[in-house]
């Protein structure tokens, strides 16, 4: 049976890969055209419902789109001009999280961080439902009682797609994403050409409406209208800050692969979005039941073609709308690749727990793809799939993270001025982009709070303050591990590099199943020895390198793991040399610590037949569900692995103490 379940894992998952092999960085990481699909597609998809919310902002004054059509573009190259300082200032990735906890300080990367992991998972939701969408824009509208089940289950296959890897997912969607470009482009530039007569006096009839607008109604009422319409497509921009999220994942040079990613979205995004609004107002686009406007839109271009067969005209359309919902099926794709990546960096910070970190078989940060997929399926049933409801939530959370990101690149800015010559022209580009998403946030904010707005500023505010407690649980656990490693791992007096390898491997062995607190596996020798006087002629000192999700960054990270265990493991072995005790250490490094482990000590064991294993166990004095969820629960683990092979593991409880107060400083960690 349990065959039979590793069986279907890897067809549904795919075959495991060697975090260790070069080759396998090499193979996963993006060029920039690659990227442009899989991290662009979510701007580029938002032209199928930010646009279309701007344009239906302006209700019967619609003869204003002009204004939105430039604005559109303007601020598209703005956002995108900023955020490729984000991706220089942090070639790693982490984006608008990481340049809010370095630039302005920890509790802001905290609120954008929770702000990008809500924005994801209104990323898959938000994109999932508007595909949905437009198929059923072209099906009868007896069917629409359907619309839910088709977007939970295109939900769940995507969430599947993931669970495989991001570059296998990319190579499926990238038929269809071209697909969508290329008819949407013709489209485009067919129905501004087929009004080109109207292009010549659009901008001053549009001057002149305007005018008049205001001088019946007033400059308020009309600059508030536009303002209105113009914030309210603020889905329009989401996505542009997924480059820097996900800079790691780029392949060398990671910047320039990111500025050049970021020049493909921002051509495109600008060209797509501002076309469409101007399609809008050249073809006098009205919402119809049933259908988006982009539907309505395409389909009035389309059959002006002429064609006589009815059915080829709604042919090429159900085409146009397939290919539409495939893109935004991509865009979806791109919440399970930067949504897990957010959770891996703020895991890093301790601000969720661990397991975010930690990477499937297929390199994948499996537990945040399935978190990110979780909690957008029941966003979707809970929103019943509405699309004008999600694009608020999405809205609030994108800028949110714009504006932080931006604030903190004008602080950096300012600080630099000493430094750096010239840095105006940067400062600049950040105040503008912060003062166009301050000003985007605050008015999505007053117009939509009592209609959704209230319901984000809740989820995010309350992702905010658990991930506060989990912070401060995990600072206190760091802080009083180092007491620990303190008190019981002195500064070595003896040769470090001293060795005193066993001899006689039928002879009684202890092996100890050590991590990188060597106060820790101290406490756990030492009782072993008091425990067991005189009956151990071998110590074994066993570790396992986790290459978890900041690891696998770079090949840099994943040596500078390994350097850290070696030379915990060499401590250990020379500790046991100066006492006359022989010793060896075993290490092994993968994505899978639990597996990795069995198999090293079958290994061992197969080697030292009349061993026995211990393990240290954390133990907390107010023990519950939560402790036991945030800290690794592998020696329980391993001890029923190895009971069922006849083997024996002694679980060590090593007591978490309190700091006494004079001590607190001098163990504070630093994040």
């Known amino acids: 049976m349990k065959h039979f379940f590793q069986g279907m894992g890897r067809i549904l998952v795919g075959r495991p890969l060697d975090p260790l092999d070069p080759r396998t960085r090499h193979s996963l990481a993006l060029v920039a055209f690659l990227a442009w699909v899989g991290l662009g597609a979510d701007g580029l998809s938002s032209s199928a419902y930010g646009p279309e919310e701007a344009f239906r902002a302006l209700g019967e004054h619609s003869h204003l789109g002009l204004w939105l059509v430039i604005a559109t573009a303007v601020t598209v190259f703005v956002i995108a001009l900023a955020y490729n300082q984000v991706i220089e200032l942090f070639p790693s990735g982490g984006g608008g999280y990481k340049a809010a906890t370095k630039l302005i300080g920890p509790y802001a990367g905290l609120v954008s961080g929770s702000a990008l992991i809500i924005d994801y998972v209104l990323t898959i939701t938000i994109s999932v439902a508007a595909g949905v969408d437009a198929i059923f824009s072209f099906l009868p509208r007896d069917w629409l009682s359907w619309k839910l089940p088709a977007q939970v289950l295109a939900l769940l296959l995507l969430l599947g797609l993931n669970l495989r890897g991001m570059k296998e997912s990319i190579r499926v969607l990238l038929p269809l994403f071209l697909g969508f470009f290329v008819s949407h482009l013709f489209l485009i530039v067919y129905g501004i050409y087929h009004h080109v007569e109207v292009l010549d006096t659009l901008f001053t009839q549009t001057v002149q409406e305007t005018h008049e607008l205001a001088g019946t109604a007033g400059w308020m009422f009309t600059i508030a209208l536009l303002l209105k319409a113009y914030s309210l497509g603020g889905g329009t921009y989401t996505g542009l800050e997924a480059v820097s999220n996900n800079v790691n994942m780029l392949a060398e040079p990671r910047v320039r692969t990111g500025h050049l990613t970021m020049l493909y979205m921002a051509l495109s995004l600008?060209?797509?979005?501002?076309?469409?609004?101007?399609?809008?107002?050249?073809?006098?686009?009205?919402?119809?039941?049933?259908?988006?406007?982009?539907?309505?839109?395409?389909?009035?271009?389309?059959?002006?073609?002429?064609?006589?067969?009815?059915?080829?005209?709604?042919?090429?359309?159900?085409?146009?709308?397939?290919?539409?919902?495939?893109?935004?099926?991509?865009?979806?794709?791109?919440?399970?690749?930067?949504?897990?990546?957010?959770?891996?960096?703020?895991?890093?910070?301790?601000?969720?727990?661990?397991?975010?970190?930690?990477?499937?078989?297929?390199?994948?940060?499996?537990?945040?793809?399935?978190?990110?997929?979780?909690?957008?399926?029941?966003?979707?049933?809970?929103?019943?799939?509405?699309?004008?409801?999600?694009?608020?939530?999405?809205?609030?959370?994108?800028?949110?993270?714009?504006?932080?990101?931006?604030?903190?690149?004008?602080?950096?800015?300012?600080?630099?001025?000493?430094?750096?010559?010239?840095?105006?022209?940067?400062?600049?580009?950040?105040?503008?982009?912060?003062?166009?998403?301050?000003?985007?946030?605050?008015?999505?904010?007053?117009?939509?709070?009592?209609?959704?707005?209230?319901?984000?500023?809740?989820?995010?505010?309350?992702?905010?303050?658990?991930?506060?407690?989990?912070?401060?649980?995990?600072?206190?656990?760091?802080?009083?591990?180092?007491l620990i490693e303190n008190h019981f791992a002195p500064r070595p007096t003896w040769d470090i590099d001293a060795e005193n390898r066993p001899e006689d491997k039928a002879a009684p062995t202890a092996v100890f199943l050590v991590g990188s607190n060597r106060g820790a596996a101290m406490v756990m020798l030492e009782w072993a020895r008091k425990q067991f006087p005189e009956r151990f002629r071998n110590y074994l000192f066993v570790s396992v390198g986790e290459v978890d999700k900041q690891s696998f960054d770079g090949s840099g990270a994943i040596k500078s793991l390994q350097v850290r265990i070696d030379n915990s493991l060499r401590y250990l072995t020379s500790y046991c040399a100066s006492r006359g005790l022989r010793a060896a250490s075993y290490q092994a490094y993968g994505n899978d610590p639990l597996q990795e482990l069995s198999s090293l000590l079958e290994q061992v064991l197969a080697e030292y037949p009349d061993s026995l294993c211990f393990a240290s166990q954390l133990m907390f004095e107010h023990d519950h569900a939560m402790t036991r969820f945030l800290h690794n629960q592998m020696p329980l683990a391993m001890q029923r692995q190895l009971s069922l092979r006849g083997k024996e593991l002694v679980i060590v409880p090593l007591r978490v103490p309190e700091i006494p107060e004079d001590k607190r400083e001098r163990f504070s960690t630093s994040r």
């Open 270 to 482: 600008a060209f797509v979005a501002s076309g469409i609004l101007l399609l809008y107002l050249l073809w006098d686009a009205k919402p119809v039941h049933g259908q988006t406007l982009n539907a309505v839109t395409f389909g009035m271009i389309i059959d002006s073609f002429g064609f006589e067969d009815p059915g080829l005209s709604h042919g090429l359309l159900v085409g146009v709308l397939v290919l539409e919902a495939c893109l935004l099926f991509v865009g979806a794709n791109t919440g399970f690749l930067g949504g897990p990546a957010v959770l891996a960096n703020m895991a890093a910070d301790r601000w969720v727990p661990r397991q975010f970190r930690q990477l499937s078989s297929r390199l994948v940060t499996q537990n945040g793809v399935l978190l990110m997929g979780a909690a957008a399926l029941a966003v979707l049933l809970w929103s019943r799939g509405s699309v004008h409801l999600l694009v608020v939530l999405y809205s609030i959370n994108v800028f949110i993270t714009f504006t932080l990101a931006m604030a903190g690149l004008c602080r950096h800015w300012l600080d630099q001025r000493r430094f750096m010559q010239p840095w105006r022209r940067s400062f600049l580009l950040s105040a503008l982009g912060f003062v166009v998403c301050a000003f985007i946030l605050l008015v999505t904010l007053v117009e939509k709070f009592a209609h959704g707005g209230w319901v984000t500023l809740l989820i995010t505010g309350s992702v905010a303050g658990l991930g506060l407690m989990i912070h401060r649980h995990y600072e206190g656990v760091a802080k009083q591990m180092a």
